[in-house]
């Protein structure tokens, strides 16, 4: 992400806020200018087929989640991921 008023890349989010919709508001702010903006962020839904334990794991990291656990509780955040999908299967 790059600051809308002086194109540097060198900025951090100041405060996050979900919204509706699977959407996030961020307050971000440029070290640089000192430039505050906001930005609304929607997660995008992939389905995970059998086999992407590790895609998944990958993007948490990519995304920088909020977890700061050992790969063990990635892990389980895949797992309880996984059973909500062949949940949602068999209630159709």
């Known amino acids: 992400m790059t600051c809308p ?3 540097s890349e060198n900025q951090y ?3 996050s806020r ?3 919709n699977n959407r996030t508001r961020r307050r971000r702010e440029c070290r640089d200018c ?3 903006w906001n930005t609304c962020e929607m997660a995008e839904n992939a389905v995970a087929g059998p086999g992407s ?3 998944t794991i990958q993007a948490l990291r990519a995304a920088q989640f909020a977890l700061r ?3 063990r509780a990635l ?3 895949c797992d309880a991921l996984e059973g909500m999908n062949d949940a949602d299967k068999n209630e159709t």
């Open 13 to 15: 989010c100041v405060d």
């Open 18 to 20: 979900p919204l509706q």
């Open 34 to 36: 000192g430039h505050r």
């Open 69 to 71: 656990d050992s790969q």
């Open 53 to 55: 334990q590790k895609k």
């Open 75 to 77: 892990r389980a955040v």
């Open 5 to 7: 008023v002086c194109g």
